[in-house]
């Protein structure tokens, strides 16, 4: 059986196609966009997304010491310290970097650094000169002074002096330096001796007091 020939679209039903062909085709192009990201897409995207946002830090468990069969200790773990340092905060890097660098070439050298919510926020580099310990250089970031991080830094440096059985620490620090020496003096350390003039600052100079504490049992709690 034939069928009768369609009647001719008036305008207003011709443009109603043509308008709803434009948005099959729109939401089809959306849907296949949707497909691709979704489902054959999903694991590269998931897996860029994860590299963006995490960072992995291996943290070796420590292994404690080994034994001989007559209890007789062969090997014992200790730790060792990094200094990291956040280039954001170096107003200049150059500088920063070449008195780091002199520093961490001495021998004997050690040190801690003080960690909030994942950034570096202070550090104490040491030394140790055998015969005592030296301090070298210790900061807090401006934004986390007064917090006890300097006291804590300034505790884990003492603390591995006495480890190392070392009998006192000393260090030098500016005459005009009003936080520093209200740290180490309710830490225990004493003026020893005095460097006039040492520092020079904005066409200034400043003396070098020569601080030491000494390392024992008795060395006031902080
Ligand atoms: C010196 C410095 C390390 C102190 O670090 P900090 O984390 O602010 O110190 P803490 O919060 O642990 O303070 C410990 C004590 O130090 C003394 N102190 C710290 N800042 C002080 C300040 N601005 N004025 C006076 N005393 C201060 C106080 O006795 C304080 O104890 P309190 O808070 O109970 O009163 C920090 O100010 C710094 O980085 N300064 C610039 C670098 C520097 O001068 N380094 C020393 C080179 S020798």
Redo the contacts with the bound molecule.
């Keep these: 059986m034939e069928l009768p020939p369609l009647p001719p679209l008036t305008k207003t039903q011709e443009r109603a196609l043509i308008l709803g062909l434009i948005l099959a085709g729109w939401a089809f192009v959306v849907a296949a966009r949707l497909f691709g990201l979704q489902i054959l897409g999903h694991d590269d995207f998931s897996r860029l997304a994860r590299r963006q946002q995490e960072t992995f830090r291996p943290i070796g468990a420590p292994r404690g010491s080994i034994f001989d069969r007559h209890g007789s200790v062969l090997a014992i773990s200790s730790g060792s310290h990094k200094v990291v340092v956040n280039p954001k905060r170096i107003p200049n890097k150059e500088i920063a970097a070449a008195l780091l660098a002199r520093i961490l070439g001495l021998s004997g050298g050690f040190g801690f650094v003080a960690w909030q919510h994942e950034l570096p926020v ?1 550090f104490a580099l040491a030394r140790d000169l055998g015969s005592e310990g030296e ?1 070298l ?6 934004d ?11 505790r884990a440096v003492i603390d591995e002096a006495a480890r190392r059985g070392l009998p006192s620490i000393v ?4 005459d005009d ?10 830490t225990g350390f004493v003026a020893v001796g005095r460097r006039p003039r040492y520092y020079r600052r904005d066409g200034e100079t400043i003396d070098a007091l020569l601080l030491r504490c000494p390392v024992n049992d008795e060395s006031p709690s902080i």
């Design positions: 202070g301090i250089s210790l900061g807090v970031t401006p986390c002074r007064r917090l006890g991080i300097g006291r804590l830094l300034l260090l030098e620090v500016a330096n009003a936080a520093a020496r209200g740290l180490y003096a309710s």
